[in-house]
């Protein structure tokens, strides 16, 4: 079993930086093997709807989401964890998050040669905001949802948290035991809610 941790904060060390560990522990101590990729330190660029991998199920695109291509694939689960900017996810998880539609086909169904390595996957998110109110952040977390309702992933569930200052998130025990628990249910084949 392995889980995917991938941080969409540009801000390392910070609150969705704190609980993305949080959860890969969880996923570690439940048996999984891990891997996090911080994505403000890759070169990832926007999609460019050329159309090529609707054909090939390759990106024309090289940078390095070639390699984060083959992360995803080798994982049973992801863990994206990413704070609110306007409302929204970061210009780095969204940047990654569009590049998925290399996965698939003109028509939107999975490329043969991608569909069983993505079956059954499992696919999670982390959301932190400034906002005293975490439902700020559901935008976000609906954006995931619907990614595994169209690709037929396994949705593990969400995580929601508030803190603003660089490691405030610290405090919260709620948040970062939700997260832990997160994780330890990422490294098993189940999913939190339908």
């Not at 024309?60 to 992360?71: L, Q």
């Not at 780095?92 to 490329?111: E, I, S, V």
């Amino acid at each position: 079993m392995k889980v995917l941790g991938v941080l969409g904060s540009p801000r390392v060390g910070g609150n969705s930086d704190i609980l993305l560990d949080e959860a890969l522990a969880g996923a570690k101590d439940g048996g999984a093997q891990v891997e996090k990729i911080i994505l403000a330190q890759r070169k990832i660029s926007g999609c460019l709807d050329c159309d090529q991998c609707d054909e090939t199920g390759v990106c024309a695109i090289k940078d390095d989401m070639t390699e984060i291509y083959e992360k995803i694939l080798e994982s049973d689960a992801i863990i994206h964890s990413v704070p609110v900017y306007f409302w929204s996810m970061t210009s780095q998880m969204k940047a990654y998050l569009d590049r998925w539609c290399a996965f698939f086909d003109a028509n939107w169904r999975w490329h043969k040669h991608i569909y069983p390595r993505m079956r059954e996957k499992g696919i999670a998110v982390i959301t932190v905001c400034g906002d005293p109110d975490v439902h700020t952040a559901d935008p976000v977390v609906s954006s995931f949802k619907n990614t595994a309702k169209f690709a037929k992933l396994r949705w593990i569930g969400a995580v929601q948290a508030s803190a603003a200052a660089k490691g405030e998130i610290e405090r919260d025990q709620r948040a970062k035991r939700s997260s832990y628990e997160l994780g330890r249910k990422a490294a098993q084949k189940e999913s939190m809610e339908p």
